[in-house]
């Protein structure tokens, strides 16, 4: 069974930074596509980052210049390190990665932008 965890959300100031992390167990990641999307109250769920394989990411528009994805095929791990962060960044942010069968979510982190 395919299982990620995220870690590292939180309240920050803005203009601040925060790294996420998520841990994945149950899968290799190789080439398959992986990522970050967030969710913000009342919205539906939008692209931060994708990366698929060892190619270039693709960010959503929000996060062009100001996040970088990274992934690590051996330890398994994503991470998102966002920087100059902003209130409209306030969101749940989830990992995931699309296996040959399935999209699959990790359970969220909370990531609140604030004065």
């Known amino acids: 069974q395919v299982q990620l965890v995220e870690s590292g959300g939180g309240l920050v100031q803005p203009g601040g930074s925060l790294k996420l992390s998520c841990a994945a167990s149950g899968v290799t990641f190789g080439v398959l596509p992986v990522g970050w999307y967030h969710q913000a109250p009342g919205k539906k769920r939008e692209l931060v980052a994708v990366?698929?394989?060892?190619?270039?990411?693709r960010y959503g528009d929000a996060a062009k210049g100001r996040f970088n994805i990274a992934r690590d095929n051996a330890e398994n791990t994503i991470t998102l390190e966002m920087n100059s962060l902003k209130p409209e960044d306030t969101a749940i942010y989830y990992c995931?990665?699309?296996?040959?069968?399935?999209?699959?979510w990790g359970q969220g982190t909370q990531v609140t932008v604030s004065s």
């Open positions: 990366v698929v394989g060892g190619g270039m990411p």
């Open positions: 995931y990665v699309r296996t040959k069968t399935d999209d699959v």
